[in-house]
């Protein structure tokens, strides 16, 4: 095996449960992606932000045994976006890439995916994280449209002349993928109506959620700046131009602003606005994760160990519940109790998610029936739950955003000096997913 | 019928094409040569007296189809009959390809210029291969001479008049795209189908492309109109008395339609006077030296990852060029503007250098990596200092953090204008590790870097370094490492007369143009403000001039400091300084370049460089020297000896 040591890094072997560090991430400013296309796609992205960060390590990008990237909407020629952004990072021609799509927590999953290669000593250095350039959504033709085009291809000249009396209809519209992207096919909802839903089961009324909003915003201005939101690394465009903070982070946003917005997805009656939901957005996060053999022969230092992830899933009307459906049971299997959880990040889809799981957890009924075990009938404390503002103020690049609060978890968790810290999301369709994090000694 | 000479082979394949393969024997290069013309010959003898279904001539050469005429051979071409000899081998034996009565093909990949190219021109077709090394062009002017061989015949008739003058008056080279496009080659193909190609194309029977009729009027009846038009065309700078060969050039073709053997060699324009003449020999000269600087950097350098400190002028013009030739770049600078800007400007380097290759220009820009802290040190095979200061005790601190920062088997390289090696490297465990780096802003896009180091133990690191300049695109120039190196301490007592002369009342844009008349790519005043004044003064101080001029020393009281400040001697505006023309006393230039010619002198008994043509290649590359004259040691000695 010995010719294979120089072209694959490490030696196959079959060692298992080996322990996975997080030793270093960072992530793009999140960009708003507003209405048109973005200056960056998403693997412009993906290779900015890499490369930053592979320039900053021991090791030589070609040095790593696997690249694995989330992402839930690639544009049509990106795709396995991770081998394009490999190479375009100059990882080489012999890292292995793949790419992962789990909705909201695609970035989550190739965390996972990259965990699970290590834990199996299938690899011992991954680098793993998320992009979404949601500004730059495909447009996608309607099944009219193509079914159109089908004919006219193979018509002839008389039946193309009827075939353009049809071009006009309203059926033949291309939607965006954005737009698709949002929209829950197993619910049959768009996401935010999801939200309306959950809002309306647990009573929580808009005051509840403007505040969640507000605090989120005043959280991540305090973040940026006291230079808490140092995972950031700069992008630059084409122009020139450069590209430091979230877009979304605005020290402006008060009450009144919250309060004067009109509900978007149920427009006449909901309580779901644009400012009480994540904004979406076009950015990229890697982590670089590591076992104990790589700590060793590259001389790194780790920021935090990954103990355990877990995902559920639920009746996709529920999806915002995913968080405590896939974070009770972690924390029941690791012997540990909501108290034992320093900082948590509850990725915020919508403030009507985070505050129904935060009012499910809190009802020990609700756990006994729902998840079969016992939560003790107590919820995280609001002042341990996104310490540095959420996806609200932040952006929600779908992919990035797993990669996102990881990575801040693992910062802010040394910074605080929390022992444990769970960062967890839900997922469009009725899934949701969480890590547990342990701070190295 | 296989047939095997000293330095081209035939074979006919299973379809009856015949390949001609040349391989000139004992060179990196089809040097056309007279025996390698003379093999050909009987090859085309027996080709006339036995044809095949078609003809493919290619190379063996990894280097390319063929650089052109052998240089050698030119030289030893003294007497007008030795001159008309090297014009009529190559002319007869293209024009019996021409003749030959079956489908020829000339597959081009890799260098086919000069001669080689009138070669390719003799031929029915022409496939051109994609790759980077593919260059085609008839760049005769560029050392006073003119195609001679059919090329200013061919090249007309297949592309039209206009773009033919403006190709063999410039010199210019076109790529394998370029090439297509301009209508000189029939396809454009990937390597892994040349062969296929060719054979395809030669066989196809189809018609070359016919001219458009504006363009068959051009090479007619408008004949003598467009070759006005197009000496009119020709850059200032390009007098007839300094540089006849573009003027021999339309005169010729004009008179003989580019049958060169049917001017007098009397005349002025014949190849025999050209041959004679001093430009000529003196272009011909700088060519051969510049040809020695590029072979001084044929060595292996081992860089992949380059870390420029500072996104400045320089830093950013070292990192873009670095990451157009392939090189991946970490950028530190704390002002993240500056990286941001640097980006940018890469950015429209990248759709200048790829305007069809959407792929090239976003690998170019992925290869330079924004660093603002400086991490990329750690890894990097050479680090660049290029900090924006001039403040030595500052450049030494960098210096040494950076050399306790850098991998042991790292290169380190300080750019630096006016100060000098040994006081920049102080501060370091191992001077010895440090090269100086110097890339002369006197003219945009300078083809040339001093490399400069200290001591003995220097030698690999000098070498390594010239190895990368080169892999830069650029000549190097190994120079010794005392303040201003060749180039700025050259010019530095030129510039400070310059700046004496408008203290006597000169204007400045008068004393510009007296030395642009005199042939000076650049005006000295001019140079001074993209040099810096306060860089100049330092430079001044660093070589003991101390008597400065008032215009210099006023202007950098008052904070004028050139290009940089957006004033100084000039008010500069997008880069380019606004002025109006005026005359200058008689004797300015004389008085000029005798100052520059001193310091010349001065600077090679300082033993800064080798040897005195050195000198001279340094001052044309770096310093916009005009070429005709041979470069300021030769200008002198020429000079002296006509007094």
Redesign the interface.
């Given at each position: 095996m010995d010719h294979l040591k120089g072209h694959y890094g490490h030696e196959a072997s079959a060692k298992v449960n080996q322990a996975v560090y997080i030793v270093d991430a960072a992530r793009t400013p999140f960009l708003e992606a507003g209405g048109r296309p973005g200056p960056f796609s998403a693997a412009?992205l993906a290779?900015a932000c890499g490369?930053?960060l592979l320039?900053?390590q021991?090791f030589?990008p070609d040095e790593l045994d696997q690249v694995i990237l989330g992402c839930s909407s690639p544009a049509p020629d990106e795709t396995n976006i991770a081998r394009l952004a490999s190479l375009?990072?100059?990882c080489g021609d012999r890292v292995p890439a793949w790419t992962v799509q789990r909705n909201c927590a695609s970035g989550l999953q190739a965390l996972d995916c990259a965990s699970v290669e290590i834990a199996l000593g299938r690899a011992d250095l991954v680098l793993a994280g998320g992009v979404d350039a949601m500004s730059r959504a495909p447009l996608l033709l309607s099944d009219d449209f193509v079914e159109w085009l089908s004919a006219w291809r193979s018509a002839g000249a008389v039946q193309r002349l009827r075939l353009l009396r049809r071009l006009y209809s309203s059926r033949l519209a291309p939607a965006t993928g954005l737009e698709r992207g949002l929209n829950d096919p197993a619910a049959g909802l768009l996401q935010g109506q999801v939200a309306e839903d959950l809002a309306t089961r647990f009573a929580i009324s808009r005051d509840e959620q403007d505040a969640w909003a507000l605090r989120s915003h005043q959280r991540a201005a305090a973040a940026w700046s006291a230079g808490r939101l140092d995972e950031i690394?700069?992008l630059?465009?084409?122009?020139?131009?450069?590209h430091?903070a979230d877009a979304g982070v605005d020290g402006d946003v008060d009450a009144a602003g919250l309060a004067s917005l009109k509900p978007c997805f149920d427009r006449k009656y909901g309580n779901v606005t644009s400012g009480n939901s994540a904004r979406p957005g076009d950015g990229a996060g890697w982590l670089v994760l590591a076992s104990a053999d790589a700590l060793e022969r590259h001389a790194l230092t780790p920021l935090v160990r990954i103990v355990d992830c877990a995902w559920a899933a639920l009746d996709p009307v529920a999806t915002g519940l995913g968080p405590v459906h896939a974070t009770a049971p972690m924390l029941a299997r690791n012997g540990l109790t909501i108290d034992d959880i320093g900082l948590w990040e509850v990725n915020e889809a919508f403030a009507a998610h985070v505050l129904a799981c935060l009012q499910a957890w809190s009802d020990a009924d609700w756990c006994r029936e729902e998840l079969g075990i016992d939560c003790g009938g107590k919820a995280p404390p609001h002042s341990r739950i996104n310490i540095d503002g959420g996806a609200i103020a932040l952006g929600h690049p779908v992919a990035a955003s797993g990669a996102r609060i990881v990575m801040h978890l693992a910062a802010a968790m040394r910074r605080e000096g929390a022992r444990h810290g769970v960062a967890t999301l839900c997922i469009g369709g009725g899934q949701g997913g969480a890590m547990l994090l342990e701070t190295v000694a | 019928m296989n047939h095997y000479g000293t330095h081209l082979r035939i074979e006919r394949d299973w379809e009856g094409v015949a390949w001609l393969v040349l391989d000139r024997a004992g060179a990196q290069a089809n040097w056309l040569s007279a025996t390698m013309l003379d093999e050909l010959g009987e090859v085309v003898g027996m080709l006339e007296a036995d044809p095949p279904s078609g003809l493919i001539i290619a190379s063996a050469q990894a280097a390319g189809f063929s650089p052109g005429a052998d240089p050698d051979e030119i030289d030893a071409a003294v007497t007008p009959q030795a001159a008309r000899a090297l014009v009529a081998r190559g002319w007869a034996v293209f024009g019996r390809i021409a003749r030959l009565p079956l489908p020829t093909l000339a597959l081009i990949r890799g260098h086919c210029l000069g001669g080689g190219l009138e070669l390719a021109l003799a031929c029915d077709y022409r496939v051109v291969v994609e790759d980077p090394a593919t260059r085609l062009g008839l760049p005769q002017v560029r050392v006073g001479l003119v195609p001679a061989w059919g090329g200013m015949r061919r090249l007309p008739a297949l592309v039209g008049p206009s773009l033919a003058l403006e190709l063999m008056l410039s010199g210019r080279e076109l790529t394998a795209r370029g090439a297509w496009k301009a209508g000189l080659a029939d396809v454009c193909v990937p390597p892994r189908v040349m062969e296929a190609a060719a054979r395809a194309v030669v066989m196809s029977g189809r018609h070359s492309r016919h001219l458009p009729w504006r363009e068959v009027l051009k090479a007619t009846l408008l004949r003598r109109f467009v070759a006005a038009r197009a000496r009119r065309a020709l850059a200032p700078q390009l007098r007839a008395d300094r540089y006849p060969a573009p003027f021999a050039l339309l005169e010729l073709w004009v008179r003989h339609g580019g049958d060169t053997l049917a001017e007098p060699d009397e005349s002025p324009a014949s190849m025999a006077a050209l041959l004679r003449s001093d430009a000529t020999r003196e272009l011909r000269r700088v060519s051969a030296l510049h040809e020695r600087l590029r072979r001084g950097g044929r060595v292996a350098h081992g860089v992949g990852h380059v870390h420029v400190v500072g996104a400045g002028v320089v830093g950013g013009e070292l990192a873009i060029l670095c990451v157009a030739n392939g090189f991946?770049v970490?950028l530190q600078d704390l002002r993240?503007?500056a990286?941001?800007?640097v980006?940018?400007?890469a950015?429209q380097r990248a759709s200048e250098l790829h305007p069809d290759d959407v792929p090239a220009r976003?690998?170019l820009?992925?290869?330079l990596?924004?660093?603002?802290?400086g991490?990329?040190v750690?890894?990097a095979d050479l680090i660049i200092e290029a900090a924006v200061t001039v403040d030595v005790a500052a450049k030494r601190a960098l210096l040494a953090g950076l050399e306790s920062r850098a991998r042991p088997d790292a290169l380190l390289a300080s750019h630096t204008a006016c100060l000098a090696l040994a006081d920049v490297a102080a501060g370091m465990h191992a001077p010895a590790r440090l090269v100086g780096l110097h890339l002369p802003v006197v003219q945009t896009a300078t083809p040339l870097v001093e490399v400069a180091a200290e001591g003995p133990d220097a030698a690999d690191a000098i070498a390594r370094a010239s190895g990368f300049v080169a892999a830069l695109g650029k000549l190097p120039l190994a120079v010794a490492g005392t303040p201003g190196f060749l180039i700025n301490a050259v010019l530095a007592p030129y510039l400070l007369e310059a700046l004496r002369c408008i203290d006597e009342g000169v204007p400045a844009a008068a004393v510009d143009h007296a030395m642009r008349e005199a042939g000076m790519a650049v005006g000295p005043i001019e140079t001074v403000d993209r040099l810096g004044l306060d860089v100049l003064q330092l430079l001044a101080c660093g070589l003991g001039l101390d008597s400065l001029p008032t215009a210099l020393s006023e202007a950098v009281a008052a904070g004028r400091l050139g290009l940089r400040s957006g004033r100084g001697l000039y008010e500069w505006r997008d880069g380019v300084p606004l002025r109006d023309a005026g005359a200058a006393p008689d004797g300015v230039a004389e008085r000029l370049f005798a100052r520059l010619g001193a310091a010349a002198r001065d600077a090679l008994s300082r033993g800064i460089v080798r040897d005195a043509d050195l000198v001279d290649a340094g001052l044309i590359a770096g310093a916009g020297y005009p070429p005709y004259t041979g470069g300021p040691m030769r200008h002198a000695a020429r000079h002296e000896d006509r007094t």
């Open positions: 412009d290779t490369a930053q320039a900053r021991p030589a375009r990072m100059g690394v700069p630059v465009g084409p122009d020139g131009r450069l430091v | 991946r970490t993240q503007e990286i941001a800007a980006i940018g400007h950015a976003r690998e820009l992925d290869r990596v924004p660093d603002g802290a991490h990329g750690r890894r």
